[in-house]
């Protein structure tokens, strides 16, 4: 075996099919992107070179900017929503043990199991204003207005209580992981020595979860960034582009208004800010010992 693997046209072989699929499959579209996203190509026909136009026409485009603050704003809730809850939701189901720890797990997976399209739908009729459930949950409490949850002011709420509550197992899965991965014997020295549930899950779970923490957080940062096929779904961006992601706006140039380059410049722009967030995490993230 040692002597087959020490062959370079083994070695080579093996190494090939990887490296012919992150060269086709990453490398290619992102290099063809960039040339795309210097021209005025619209997706037929011939593409000419402008330059850095598409570039200078996005730092002014006020609706893209608009897509950026409402992907910030998505990020924020879900780092300050979301995984709050998620961490905390996965240490109770880790003490739970037995059989309604597995069955708990799986209903709070269960939103991720269900297509985008029936999630979007389902909600739809949530927050219909005319037999919408939530709507008919407030009459209960003496409300007898309509109420529209995506009208301008309230849509980007109603997209991110979606948005949140979709992705909630996930982040709750990957806490969850990490808990069962921490070491018995901390949590029993900690017993020992009096600690409470507050004080372990403060001093021990919370520490040793920094890792997992900066997985879930930088995953949560580029989510909210790609967010499309709910938002989509859901008000395509409406209304007034109050609901506008940046995929889904990337989307929106490329496909519907034929803008072929102007939607390529903006995915340029997305790849280089979730490069920018994820050296920033890092950073943040890294240990002092490390830095120094």
């Known amino acids: 075996m040692k002597r087959l693997y020490s062959n370079k ?4 072989s093996l190494v090939i099919p990887g490296i ?4 086709f499959a990453i490398l290619a579209p992102i290099a063809l992107s960039v040339y795309y996203g210097f021209t005025d190509y619209s997706g037929m026909g011939k593409a000419t070179f402008i330059g850095m136009d598409n570039y200078k026409q996005l730092m002014m485009d006020q609706v893209f900017h608009k897509s950026l603050l409402n992907s910030l704003f998505l990020a924020i809730g879900f780092i300050v929503i979301q995984h709050p809850i998620a961490i905390i939701v996965a240490a109770v189901l880790d003490k739970l043990q037995g059989k309604a720890e597995g069955i708990f797990r799986c209903i709070y997976f269960i939103p991720n199991v269900i297509s985008v399209a029936v999630i979007a739908y389902l909600w739809k009729f949530v927050y219909n204003p005319d037999f919408g459930l939530l709507n008919n949950f407030l009459k209960m409490f003496g409300y007898t207005g309509k109420i529209n949850w995506f009208s301008t002011d309230l849509a980007i709420w109603s997209v991110l209580i ?4 979709h992705g909630f197992g996930w982040g709750m899965l990957i806490y969850y992981t990490g808990i069962k991965n921490i070491d018995p014997v901390l949590y029993e020295a900690a017993s020992i020595d009096g600690a ?12 040793l979860m920094k890792p997992v923490i900066q997985i879930n957080v930088t995953m949560a940062i580029i989510s909210a960034l790609k967010q499309m096929e709910t938002v989509y779904l ?7 582009n109050s609901t506008q992601f940046a995929a889904n706006y990337l989307y929106k140039q490329a496909f519907k208004a034929f803008k072929y380059g102007y939607g390529n410049s903006i995915g340029i722009v997305f790849i280089i800010i979730c490069l920018i967030v994820t050296v920033c995490l890092n950073k943040l993230f890294a240990d002092k010992k490390e830095v120094a």
């Open 196 to 207: 409470n549930g507050k004080t372990t899950f403060l001093q021990i779970t919370l520490p």
């Open 162 to 165: 979606v948005l949140i509550w």
């Open 234 to 240: 859901l008000t395509n961006g409406g209304p007034g």
């Open 20 to 23: 012919l699929v992150f060269v």
């Open 9 to 12: 046209l083994v070695i080579f």
